[in-house]
């Protein structure tokens, strides 16, 4: 492989790995704090994507475009946790399963029903477009680069939130014991809509920057979503630190595996080092319930 | 807490009876369809019969074991694949792999269904091997995982169709009846059902259904008492998957067709809805479960290309509305994570 090949795969790989750590950050809180599993969080995703590409094309502004994607994904999240799943958290994950696959079916179905059945484009503004050379002779496109340090920013950021205020902290105490950061005076009901619009807002960050370089189509979360998975349950359900590291790896093991590997065990990469690594540690890497 | 786990069968003629039921209600379809002469219901009752048994082997797992698995389109399709694959090889008058391994192609159902059922055992004894390391919602994630990655493989094999699927080019036989002419073929796929649940019936009231169930309970009670809770949960998951991969293959006799879609990860959880739907505690529940749901499938869909709308929005009421005692185990099971 050569050294041009290599930067560039790897910056690949690493950009991949941001956007699985903005879906997977969301569910992996989620299920850490409210101990539910959202299969549905791919249909954040694809509205984020929907959104963008409405509201950009109805204002003629990306940028407003994107600040109101994100506003209206974060605004879903909320209603979706406030008037149904908030229901579901005392539930078996057996009705969780079954209420966030119907969920997707609904989504995917109004979908298609508002936004029709064909994929919807979405033009960048100049600034994003077009390519730099990363090394001599070696371009490459400055939307990719972009969605890499946007996805590095979140990560830094959500970092210093959760680790260094006082709402990171109630969310740290939430995730590590529920009951006990509950009678110790946190505001538990606050801290499941805040947790859930910002997973949902992140899934739609996540959404919104892979429409341009994908499509913005029905049922595109769901292909991010099992990655997300992957991600999630390698990193240790729960676990920030695991969720980063996790898809980082992710991203570049699927990267330099579709790129080294023969077809069919490039497609299987990710899914058989995620069965190696469960058979090492079965709680993930940095599991967060002892 | 625990209730105390009973044998299943304090009236085992109940279950037999209500089995004979559904067997003989489905029975019934061909000539009741001749008769009103509408011949492709015949077809969705097959799909109805094929389901059945589908569903009926996942609950094994999924209501008798507690796993919430969501990786039975997988077994599903490698079932199909299995059959469509041996027949494309028989036409194609080549071998399959190399070496002493290598096996000739058939178009022979008599003999490429025990094989899709040994392939559905062996792959779903190695990954259940894998998956049942670990509980609750780890167990859903990596099962759902592992669904994707035998989809993504069969949708890699571009001499099999890859993304697009394959039509099997040959005729099928099933000693003697070609899968094609619909009625006999219904039947057969009937009396395999029946065969099936019958035999369902007998494991979960076995002492091996009554270790599994208990396990479903409190597995680290079942261990205490001596008894390797691992080794019994994953045989009925090789049970289970073997069933299901023999119900897709039956499938790929019906359709002639095989695709990865009939192996995404929404097929299993279309699965998983079918056994809720008709209940998890008994052995029939599923096959009515899955009548219910292809019947609503194929209403709704006669209706508006956009069935899944109402369809989705029936599953989230099952979910909210279904009874909570079905919640109290998994629960149990699932709170480990």
Known sequence: ?290 | MDEPVRPRTACPSRDGLVIAAIVAAFACLPPVANAIDQPFLIRVGQRVVIFALAASALNLTLGFGGMISLMHAAFFGLGAYVVAILSFHEVNGDSLGTGPLALVGTSHLALSLPLAVAAGAAVSALLGAAALRTTGVYFIMITLAFNQMLFYYFVAQQTYGGEDGLQIPGALDLAGLDPARRTPYFYVCLAIFAVALVGLQRVVGSRFGMVLRGAKQNERRVITVGVPAFRYKLAAFAISGALTALAGGLMAGAEQFVSPAEMSWSRSGELVVMCVLGGLDTVWGPALGAAAFLILEFGLSNYTTHWQLPFGLIVIAVAAFSREDVAAWARRAGWRA
């Open chain 1, 1 to 290: 492989m050569s050294p041009s090949l290599l930067v560039e795969q790897t910056l690949n790989g690493v950009q991949l790995g941001a956007m699985l750590f903005l879906m997977a950050a969301g569910l992996t809180l989620v299920f850490g704090i409210m101990n539910l599993i959202n299969l549905a969080h791919g249909s954040l995703y694809m509205l984020g994507a929907y959104f963008a590409a409405a509201a950009t094309n109805a204002t003629g502004n990306f940028w407003l475009g994107v600040a109101l994607a994100l506003a209206a994904t974060a605004l879903v999240g909320a209603a979706l946790e406030r008037l149904l799943l908030r229901r579901f958290y005392a539930r078996s994950h057996l009705h969780q399963v079954l209420v966030t696959f119907g969920l997707i079916l609904v989504f995917n179905e109004m979908t298609r029903l508002i936004a029709g059945p064909a994929p919807l484009k979405f033009a960048l503004p100049d600034v994003l477009t077009g390519s730099v050379n990363i090394m001599p002779g070696v371009p490459y496109p400055v939307f990719r680069l972009v969605i890499l340090g946007v996805g590095l920013l979140v990560a830094a950021m959500l970092y210093l939130v959760i680790q260094h205020t006082r709402l990171g902290m109630w969310i740290r105490a939430g995730a590590s014991d529920r009951p006990m950061a509950a009678a110790m005076g946190v505001d538990v009901e606050l801290i499941f809509v805040a947790v859930f619009s910002a997973g949902a807002a992140l899934a739609g960050l996540a959404g919104l920057m892979a429409g341009p370089v994908l499509a913005v189509q029905v049922g595109m979360g769901e292909p991010v979503l099992i990655l997300a998975l992957v991600v999630t349950v390698i990193g240790g359900v729960g676990s920030m630190k695991g969720a980063f590291v996790a898809a980082m790896a992710i991203g570049l093991i699927d990267t330099f595996g579709r790129v080294l590997l023969p077809p069919a065990l490039g497609a299987m990469i990710i899914f058989i080092a995620m069965a190696a690594i469960l058979l090492w540690r079965p709680q993930g890497l940095f599991p967060v319930h002892g």
